[in-house]
C-alpha cells in the first residue's frame, strides 16, 4: 500500500480514493472510500449521527491512498475490510445481501423484478438494501428503455409515466410487439452476465502517467492493478495484482458493467 498521512482535513485530496482513520494507540478504526477524498472525510467530521460522532471522537490520525477511479476504490475497499476488520466498518462486515434481480414474465414481456433472496432462487444480481436495487432497477430501466410498470416500479392499471413522455414503447399497455421489447432484456442479461466474460477494463490512473486496470477472467475477478500509460496491450496483465473473490466484489463489477454505455 502507498498510504499517505496527513495533519489537516484540508491536505486531503478530492480525487477518487480510501482513506483510513486511526485511533490514538494506532488502531485503525475505520476504513472508506470516495470519488472526493476530502469532501467525504469532511462529512465524517461535520456529521451529527452517532457514527460520525464516534469517528471525531475516537480518530487521532487520517491517512490516505489515492486509487484513480471509483470502481477501483470500491474493489479495494470492500478487500481492505474483510483484511482488517476496523470496528467502525461492522455494518460493512456484516452486510448480507437481502435483495436480488429476477427474471419473471408478465403477458409474455421479461420482467425484472427485485424481490428478497431465497434460498432456492438464482438472482441476477443482488443488492444490500431495497434502495440500492430500486435505484439500480431505474437506472438500468432507462438505460435500456424498458418499463417501469412491467418491471414493478410503478403502479398502474395504464399506461406508465415514460410512456406519456416517450421514454417507454409502451409494453405497459400491449403496443410494443413482446419481441422487440424482449431483446432489450436480453441485451442487458448479456452485460449483465459475468459468467464468461473476460474483460481488461481500463481506468483513469493515480496520476496522468499511468492507467488503471481491473481483470476479469471467465466471469471470475483476479485482480486490479496501474500500468504506465503507453503499456503495449499484452503486456498489461503482469501489472495485476491478485484479489480475491467474491460476492461482494462480483455485485461491484456488475453494477459497474451496467453503468457502461450500450
Do not use: W
Request: net charge positive; hydrophobic share 30%; proline share 3%.
Amino acid at each position: 500500500m502507498f498510504i499517505k498521512q496527513v495533519s489537516q482535513i484540508s491536505e486531503l485530496p478530492t480525487l477518487p480514493g480510501v482513506y483510513f482513520f486511526y485511533d490514538r494507540s494506532g488502531q485503525l478504526i475505520y476504513i472508506g472510500k470516495s470519488i472526493n477524498i476530502q469532501k467525504r472525510v469532511q462529512q465524517h467530521f461535520s456529521g451529527k449521527d452517532r457514527k460520525s460522532q464516534k469517528l471525531q471522537f475516537f480518530t487521532k490520525r487520517i491517512c490516505y491512498e489515492g486509487m484513480g477511479s471509483e470502481l477501483i476504490s470500491l474493489l479495494y475497499e470492500s478487500h481492505l475490510i474483510k483484511e482488517y476488520h476496523p470496528i467502525y466498518n461492522r455494518s460493512q462486515r456484516r452486510k448480507i445481501n437481502q435483495y436480488g434481480l429476477f427474471l419473471h414474465e408478465r403477458s409474455g414481456y421479461k420482467a425484472l423484478m427485485i424481490d428478497k433472496i431465497k434460498p432456492e432462487t438464482n438472482a441476477i444480481t443482488v443488492f444490500s438494501s431495497l434502495t440500492e436495487a430500486k435505484n439500480t432497477l431505474f437506472r438500468i430501466t432507462g438505460k435500456h428503455k424498458l418499463c417501469q410498470k412491467i418491471n414493478g416500479l410503478y403502479k398502474t392499471k395504464n399506461y406508465c409515466f415514460q410512456y406519456q413522455i416517450k421514454e417507454c414503447y409502451g409494453a405497459c399497455i400491449s403496443v410494443e410487439p413482446v419481441n422487440s421489447y424482449n431483446s432489450r432484456v436480453e441485451d442487458f442479461l448479456k452485460n449483465a452476465n459475468l459468467e464468461k466474460l473476460t474483460k481488461l477494463v481500463e481506468l483513469q490512473g493515480r496520476n496522468d502517467n499511468e492507467t488503471g486496470l481491473v481483470y476479469i477472467e471467465n466471469g471470475a475477478y483476479k485482480g486490479f492493478g496501474f500500468c504506465p500509460k503507453g503499456t503495449p496491450i499484452d503486456a498489461r496483465l503482469s501489472y495485476i495484482k491478485a484479489y480475491d473473490d467474491n460476492r461482494d466484489i462480483q455485485r461491484i463489477l456488475q453494477n459497474y458493467l451496467q453503468r457502461l454505455p450500450l
